[in-house]
């Protein structure tokens, strides 16, 4: 009897023991699940730690292709060769090397324009010199949204609304420049210093001044590249329409006869134009004119308002209310590369997209809504000149057009514009509230 | 895993370096998180040297006047010295004191894990490499979690779990305890999956794909909510079992508050970082006209305290769940108990 329970309580033990084992094993195995994951996590992510380069821009090559094929007959498509892709990217190279390493291109009024020491601050990866200067300042701010080569399509890009500006285009939208012109250095530092409301580009304001002016030439270096890389490509494609094959644009190799190399002479004229357009900027300020007298009296509101219903066309866009329900189907310049053509319905367009781009890393396009501009909220800036710019040169890259109001008018519609978000509306698309009187 | 029953220690020292190194790991952790929202792990190109000084030696009065990001990352650094000479001290008073071998053990262990943490933080910057720095702020809590560990075996309750209980709440809690365990068991290591998580989207490489960025800030989202719905199920377990012993209930409690908190900084954070999201800043008129300022105090302190109150979550989730481990140990090793002849003869007969 003694004897039994004894065993009893052993084999308590020993069960009590393999319990242990057991949970031991459980915890075991659990933790190196735990450390399978983590470690697979860091794989994946270590699998795109490798240096920066400049990626290509396909989007563009691909859309031009597919409407030069459109229009020729089956057996005379074109099609561009990875090795003409790679010449492209050679001479880019040659001329304004990588994100590590950025060169100044040697064409007249370049070195004017950017400064080398500049450039070096903002490149690279991000640290600072033994001297304490800073290094790798876009990819420390500005990278993550606007990608290394600055085509708007930076890791976080894909979730924000807006997407971050694709500088490749050299359109930017916020500036004091007549419509088709480059913006100055003071407008890409207004932009930086003020942030876009209502977007996720940030304010820098907080950053040294010196570091901001960096940046910008940095900015300008990256859409004069991306500028460059679309009309070498645009080049490329028109050569192999033209002479069939894949020919390069040039032999880039040391030893290439003065023939070969001719067509690095044309590339030279693309980039001389593209920073011409830049250092152009600064005589293409837009006409202004002073704001009348009491330009913000209820009389000149009222004819704002009239203009804006009338002959200034807003209503088209923004709608009657202002609330920016006049046309939903509107999509801005970066994104007309990727849908069908105009015309057409939202879907349709978009259904050209999900055709040929979807799945190739491009982000998918999204209409661009025309400003509710009863929320008094201006991504440009909120000063009277600010909206004045807006509304007297239209926005670039949108189809908000300019000239429709001019001088006296133009800020008489600036007042209009600026007197709607003052406006204590209930029930905004209510068309009583946009007759009522207001105090 | 056996369980302890020697005393943890007698001196009192043990205790009192483990709670101290607790009470640094904390904000070591925290100005961690500062460095990387502020990117200052760069700001110093060298290291174990902080621009060629002496880390110690370094001008104190060109550190306190310095640009903020040496600031943050060289006081990191002298942080992180101290944990790790506080760890050494812990260490001595641990070998000197009569403590269970496992803590001593454990002493080591920790020693050993703050110098390789010192010493990742130093490759990170030796070789600027965002990977390191990732794994860095991935230790980091993993080493906070543990000092909270380190610091509960030198105390009074883990010597004697029972101690406020009576034999009655012994009764009522054993039947769930188990349950509870393996909720709260699983629970830390979804806390430090999701931590690891955050670490990604917040260490992404500039190059990455915007798919990539993406499907980690989804499932960051995702594991957020199931979090909360884990720990919303065991503060409402530990909540309705009012025989459990405060100091299990209220980290329950904790938790259950701080991953609320948790859910709203994560919002707040996006919101600081990217701006309302989709749009929806449009929807009213005072939010429609909100700019982020990159680097603002609100924004890094915003984005640091998301960072460290997920440290805190892990931490407290941990203790809870080795608290539980411990409750439940001592109970089953109770009602295992032997009738006291019968253990005479046990032991007499071996």
Known sequence: MMFKQITKTKNNEIVLRQQMQSMESATRTTSSALWCGLLLVVLAVAGCDGSAYFQFNHAYLDRQVIDINSGRPDDAQIEISDEQEENVSEILEAAFGTPDAPKIPGVEGAAALLDQEFLDMAAGPVGRLEDGSPRGLYRQHCAHCHGVTGDGMGPTSEFLKPYPRDYRKGVFKFKHTVLGAKPRKEDLRQVLMEGIPGTAMPSFRVYDSQELDAIIDYVIYLAIRGDVERQLEATILQKTADEGGNPLLADTSANASAEDREGLLDAKDIITDVVASWTEANDSLMPTTEPPANWQSDENIARGREIFLGTGGCVACHGKTGLGDGNPDLFDTWTEELVGAKGQSTSARLEFYDEHFAGTGTLKPRNQRPRNLRLGSFRGGRRPIDIYSRISQGIAGTEMPGGKAKGDDAWAVVAYVLSLSEEVISKPSNDLDFQRERN | ?350
């Not at chain 2, 020697?6 to 043990?14: F, I, M, N, Q, R």
């Open chain 2, 1 to 350: 895993m056996g369980t302890p029953s020697l005393p943890a220690s007698e001196s009192c020292w043990p205790r009192r370096f483990s709670l101290l190194m607790v009470s640094l790991t904390f904000p070591l952790i925290w100005v961690g998180g500062l460095v990387t929202t502020t990117q200052s792990g760069m700001a110093v190109p060298d290291y174990p040297t902080t621009f060629g000084y002496n880390m110690f030696l370094y001008p104190l009065s060109w550190w306190w006047s310095g640009p903020w990001d040496v600031f943050v990352e060289h006081g990191h650094r002298l942080l992180g010295i101290a944990v790790g000479l506080v760890s050494i001290m812990l260490t001595i008073a641990v070998y000197k004191s009569p403590a269970w071998s496992r803590l001593r053990k454990a002493v080591v262990i920790a020693l050993v894990a703050v110098t390789l943490q010192g010493l990742l933080g130093g490759l990170r910057v030796e070789l600027n490499a965002r990977l390191l720095a990732m794994l860095h702020g991935c230790t980091g809590p993993a080493f906070f979690a543990f000092a909270i560990v380190l610091a509960m075996w030198t105390s009074e309750r883990w010597r004697d779990p029972l101690h406020e209980m009576t034999a009655k709440a012994i009764r009522d809690v054993e039947p769930q305890l188990s349950r509870i365990k393996r909720l709260a068991i699983l629970t830390s290591i979804l806390v430090y999956c999701q931590l690891v998580l955050g670490a990604t989207v917040r260490h992404m490489p500039v190059m990455a794909k915007p798919q990539t960025m993406k499907t980690f800030v989804f499932f960051h989202i995702l594991v957020a909510f199931v979090l909360a719905g884990h720990i919303a199920m065991l503060w409402l377990r530990t909540h309705r079992q009012r025989a459990l012993p405060m100091w299990i209930r209220r980290p329950a409690r904790w938790l259950a508050g701080l991953v609320l908190l948790q859910l709203v900084m994560g919002i707040t954070t996006w919101v600081t970082k990217w701006n309302w999201p989709m749009g929806i800043g449009d929807l009213s008129r005072s939010t429609a006209d909100f700019t982020v300022v990159q680097a603002s105090m609100s924004q890094s302190n915003v984005v640091t305290a998301h960072v460290a109150i997920g440290s805190l979550l892990v931490g407290i989730s941990v203790l809870l769940s080795t608290r539980l481990w411990r409750l439940s140990d001592e109970m089953s090793r109770g009602s295992q108990e032997t009738p006291a002849d019968l253990k005479v003869t046990l032991q007499s007969d071996e």
